[in-house]
């Protein structure tokens, strides 16, 4: 059975980082395309990153610059690095992964079979 938890949310002061951890069992990490979404109550589902099985990242434009994913094999970990938090970033934060190992992938969430539950992220200005 695949889980997928997250953790690493919480409450930060605009200008702070954060890193966001998946932790994931029956499911290996460096074998699928994984990604990080999130969402505000009212809002649709937001890509922030993805990464890829061959280790490509894609980044959603707007976060560029300021996002890192990223994969400990050895742990079977997906991270997100968000640094210069704005408030605008507040939601909460989903981790996912695709059920086949395809290379294609994409941000749309339609792309994904297993979610966590979320983590909040409230940025304070």
């Known amino acids: 059975q695949v889980q997928l938890v997250e953790s690493g949310g919480g409450s930060v002061q605009a200008g702070g980082s954060l890193r966001l951890s998946c932790a994931a069992s029956g499911y290996t990490v460096s074998d699928y395309c994984m990604g990080w979404f999130r969402q505000v109550p009212g809002k649709e589902r937001e890509g922030v990153a993805i990464s890829r099985r061959d280790g490509r990242v894609t980044v959603a434009n707007a976060l560029e610059g300021r996002v890192t994913i990223s994969k400990d094999t050895a742990k079977n970990i997906l991270y997100l690095n968000i640094t210069n938090l704005k408030s605008a970033d507040t939601a909460m934060y989903y981790c996912?992964?695709?059920?086949?190992?395809?290379?294609?992938?994409?941000?749309?969430?339609?792309?994904?079979?297993?979610w966590g539950r979320g983590t909040q992220v409230a940025v304070s200005s």
């Open positions: 996912a992964g695709r059920a086949r190992n395809l290379y294609y992938c994409t941000l749309d969430s339609s792309n994904f079979d297993y």
